[in-house]
Structure formats: structure tokens, C-alpha cells
């Protein structure tokens, strides 16, 4: 099940990330920086709820595949890691912030491969501090690419910058406690 409507969903997290990209790149002809702002922070979240309807599809049309598995979470990270380059890049948030989130993506994915190798993949599997981790850096990304006062009251640069390094200390957090589940595996395949 290579080509399902949850699969091509998932693509579209990947191909969506030349696109927000590409805003910022926009002539200011084209659209000023509010403008391109909102576009990006509307195509973030549209993408980004692909992410959780993908899933349910799957499940729902009883497309769920190996393949489905596979690149849902890449092209998550893959999302992530852009927007986050990107708000580095406009200095809406701290370089030492996507170093921890991109370090970790990187150190979790390779660590959940080696489990898997190693057939030990549940003492990785996703826990609530990850997933907390997830909705901090999800309602952030958005926040800083928007970088406004939202309905005219909210800060959302504020807000994003605080909830962006909530996020990177529970990236932080949850990387140790992946690790600490996988430490006795991991001794007792090296041996």
C-alpha cells in the first residue's frame, strides 16, 4: 500500500516544506512581511493537521502500512526541522534552540532504528513527554512564523519564544528518557 490517500497525505508534509520556505523568499512586491508571515503560518498549520488526519485515515479506511509508519514521522521532522531553520534564519528563535531539536530528532531516530535492529523497539516507543514535547513545539512554530498580535490581543512572538524553549527543555527531557529505556537493552546487545 505504497501510494494510499493517508500515504499521499504524508507527502504532502514533505512538499509543503519548499513552500513555506518560499514565502519568506517573496519579493516585497509581491507581499509584505505580514503577508508572507500569515501565508507561511496558515500553510504550517494546514500541513501540520495532516499529520493527525493522515492517521486517522489510515486507520479508518484500513490503509495503515509499513511504508505509512515509516514516513509519517519523517516527514513530521522533516517540517519541524525546516520551520525551525527558517525561524532561526528570520532571528525568531535561538540558533541553541534548533540545535536541541534538531539534535534530538536526529539522536531519537537513530536510537529507535538500533532498537528496532536489536528487536527491542517498545522500550522506545512514544510517551507522554514526547508528545507534550510535540504540542509545545506545534503551537510555537506557528506562533513564531506568525509573529504578530494575534485577534489583536496575543503576542504571538512572545508566546512562541516562551513556548519554543518549553519545547526544547522537554526535547531535552525526553531525549534522557528515551535513552534511559533503551541503556539496559543496550548493554545487554553489546556484551
Known amino acids: ?8 497525505m504524508t507527502w504532502t508534509r ?3 516544506i519548499p513552500l513555506i520556505v518560499g514565502v519568506f523568499y517573496l519579493p516585497e512586491t509581491w507581499a509584505t512581511q505580514p503577508e508572507k508571515n500569515l501565508v507561511a503560518t496558515v500553510m ?9 488526519l493522515d492517521g486517522y485515515l489510515a486507520r ?5 502500512s509499513s511504508f505509512g509508519a515509516f ?25 541553541f534552540v534548533a540545535l536541541i531539536i534538531i539534535g534530538r530528532e536526529i539522536a531519537i531516530s537513530a536510537l529507535r532504528e538500533w532498537m528496532a535492529q536489536i528487536g527491542a523497539s517498545k522500550s522506545v ?3 507522554m513527554i514526547g508528545k507534550l514535547k510535540t504540542v509545545a ?27 519554543v ?4 527543555v522537554l526535547t531535552v527531557l525526553s531525549m534522557g528518557y528515551y535513552l534511559q529505556k533503551a541503556l539496559p537493552e543496550i548493554r545487554a546487545k553489546a556484551k
Open 1 to 8: 500500500m505504497f501510494m494510499t490517500i493517508p500515504t499521499l
Open 14 to 16: 514533505i512538499f509543503a
Open 44 to 52: 504550517f498549520v494546514a500541513f501540520a493537521f495532516t499529520d493527525w
Open 60 to 64: 479508518k479506511l484500513n490503509q495503515t
Open 71 to 95: 514516513l509519517d514521522p519523517v516527514a513530521d521532522k522533516f517540517l519541524v526541522c525546516a520551520c525551525v531553520l527558517v525561524l532561526v534564519h528570520l532571528q525568531r528563535a535561538d540558533v
Open 125 to 127: 516507543s512514544v510517551h
Open 137 to 163: 513545539q506545534m503551537v510555537a512554530i506557528p506562533f513564531l512564523l506568525f509573529d504578530g498580535l494575534l485577534f489583536g490581543a496575543v503576542n504571538t512572538h512572545a508566546w512562541g519564544t516562551v513556548l
Open 165 to 168: 524553549w518549553i519545547a526544547a
